[in-house]
């Protein structure tokens, strides 16, 4: 079976702070990894995708997220986040030959304060 | 805009009567999703229609059925919900199955099960 482990449910920062948010994964096989935002009152969007390729992989509003295979890890970063980051980020996988069905994690509530 | 609505946000109802959520998409996709996200848990799949098919996650319980009389409409009924049905019900689409294909998500539904 294949998990995803959020290893911080809150993470509270200071505006134009670095921040990197946790992600590791447990799979027998190889797996795609996804980075989910969601905002208050909305609904999840895609952030990033990692599914072949530069395991280094960037979001246009800044965000980035390395896949680190022998540490079975996708953490997401940003060096200098702003208010309107504030927001739930689920991480995700999904199997190779599983159609793109998505395990998600818990969740990481970023708080970032002025 | 093309998007994912579902309807009603919030939806209150009693334990044991049957309740019925909605999702419509204008995006014209082939696949679309069922997921519950119970309160600081990762959203779990339910099940899945590629098109007219019916794909039933192992572990959904039976209470819970799905229709999709149309491309653009599906419907998720709880047929009798208990307490622990209480939880934020997501819908999302993609244009096909697999990985390289992004979901796109609704806004949500959160039932109340009194």
Known sequence: AQSVTQLDSQVPVFEEAPVELRCNYSSSVSVYLFWYVQYPNQGLQLLLKYLSG????????????EFNKSQTSFHLRKPSVHISDTAEYFCAVSRYNQ??????GQGTELSVKP | ????????????????????LSCSQTLNHNVMYWYQQKSSQAPKLLFHYYDKDFNNEADTPDNFQSRRPNTSFCFLDIRSPGLGDAAMYLCATSRDLGQHYEQYFGPGTRLTVT
């Open chain 2, 1 to 20: 805009d093309a998007m994912v609505i579902q309807n009603p946000r919030y939806q209150v109802t009693q334990f044991g009567k049957p309740v019925t």
């Open chain 1, 99 to 104: 159609g793109g069905k998505l395990i998600f």
């Open chain 1, 54 to 65: 530069s395991t280094l992989v960037e979001s246009i509003n800044g965000f980035e997220a």
